[in-house]
């Protein structure tokens, strides 16, 4: 009896003396060489600019697909920088269209604040934008923003 106790006893003594910590494993890909690589990183918001994300995927409908590949950064006046992407869309996997897209990003700080093209459209403005562009949209922005400030 004395045997199980100091058994317990042993067993509750060990598991509340241990740490337990989590680890923050963050998913990347680095587009230049189209490799995807995890790495332990210890702070969520900051952004590696040399593996930052350099290419937007959006659904537009049913089987149809954007992606939307950075090809030039261009700082235009204060705060406002236009990038100039690749666009190919894709109707169920198959690449149908090719463009090039200008968006302009104005960023303050590190903060961005709105994102149009040349019809002034706001697209972090839900009523403006599907939900899926304005996340995209939102993501790039802000890891344009961090790096560029």
Known sequence: MIRIILIIYSSLFFLTSCKFEKANNISY?????????????TEVNSVDC???????????????????????????????????FSQEMYINEQKSDEDILEYYFLCKGKIIEKIYDNETANYLDENQSVPT?????????????????
């Open 29 to 41: 890909i680095k587009t230049g060489d189209n490799k995807s690589y995890t790495e332990n990183q």
């Open 50 to 84: 040399e593996t930052r994300l350099k290419e937007m995927i959006m659904s537009c409908g049913s089987g149809c697909a954007l992606s939307l590949k950075e090809k030039n950064i261009e700082l235009i006046k204060k705060d406002t920088y236009k990038v100039v």
């Open 133 to 149: 562009q304005k996340m995209s949209f939102e993501k790039y922005g802000k890891n344009l923003c961090n790096c560029v400030n």
